[in-house]
């Protein structure tokens, strides 16, 4: 079944106070980058969440109105506002799920990788933040080059002595999402039922989406598989360039993130049953970082899938060995981005 729908998850016993209560919403997000084309919407999906007691946004700039609005909104969670540097420590402590969107997005005619100058830097300052207030908490990035950005992010956990690579999460979620709507249209199947694992990184190629593994189970002839293939590695382009300048994908991927905060929510919670697909460091292959399936729990990934891997189609096959060197190559250029700077 697909996760992370928005639906309450059902009461458990646990879940009532002393005096008989309703207890749900406890949890505590931060979103870094708040005021942004995702911030924005990612906020909202989550105020709207049961599960969410307090919601910390922060930004370099116009953070403030975007708080005070949303708190308008009858939800659990108490929003509060954080801007600049001097606040950043304030809005981590204490916090269960850190998402980080901050950065610049894609332009026509720019990669992913071309985006790596600016939110390299980034990612390195507010990742160097969450280790020093928030250690334990989930760290979900979606800031691109993700295939650069989480290998960078673990870098600067290590240094600081807390890394823990089952609370560390490259957000690919909208690749699932993209895979999952495409091949609903194209086989005129029922939306809610669809799930096609999508596994190697998060940028053109290394993107692949395992159309074999399609529930429910559907047959593509080769051109089908071709044409989905490509249209699911360049969805992100699609909409770069329908938006002519104005940035990326936002509102698709504040509902993939906020499907993500509710399943590690969800998983925090107890729930035993909670799978996504994401990049992070992995045994699956001979790279160090792998997006794939996993089982979510309450310390963060409890099980990579490795039977996933078994039984692909020859088509897949080829395309796992031909992502690789691109994948590897931009790991490497993370690693690298931290280990030498002074
Ligand atoms: P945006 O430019 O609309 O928003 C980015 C926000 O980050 C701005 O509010 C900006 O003030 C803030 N920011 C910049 N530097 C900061 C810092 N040092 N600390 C805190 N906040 C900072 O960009 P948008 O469209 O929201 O995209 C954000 C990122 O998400 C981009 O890197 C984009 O490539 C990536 N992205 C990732 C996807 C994925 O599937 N993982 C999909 C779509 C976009």
Redesign the pocket.
Known sequence: ALRGSFAPKAEKPNQMSHYGLRVQASYKVAI??A?????QPLALLIKMSPLVSALNL?????VKGVAADLSHCNTPSQVLDFTGALELGNCLKGVDVVVI??????MPDMT?DD?FNI?AN?VK??VEAVADNCPDAFIHI???P?NSTVPIAAEVLKQKGVYDPKKLFG??T?DVVRANTFVAQKKNLKLIDVDVPVIGG?AGITILPLLSKTKPSVSFTDEEIEELTVRIQNA?TEVVEAKAGA????LS?AY?AARFVESSLRALDGDGDVYECSYAQSDMTDLPFFASRIKLGIKGIEAQIPSDLQGLSEYEEKALEALKPELKASIEKGIAFVQKQP
């Open positions: 870094l980058g005021a942004g084309g995702i911030g922060y930004d370099i700039a116009n969107p901050a950065g610049v997005p894609r992913r985006l939110n980034i300052t507010l979606i800031s691109n993700v957000v690919t909208l998060h992100g940035g990326s994908a936002t991927m993939a």
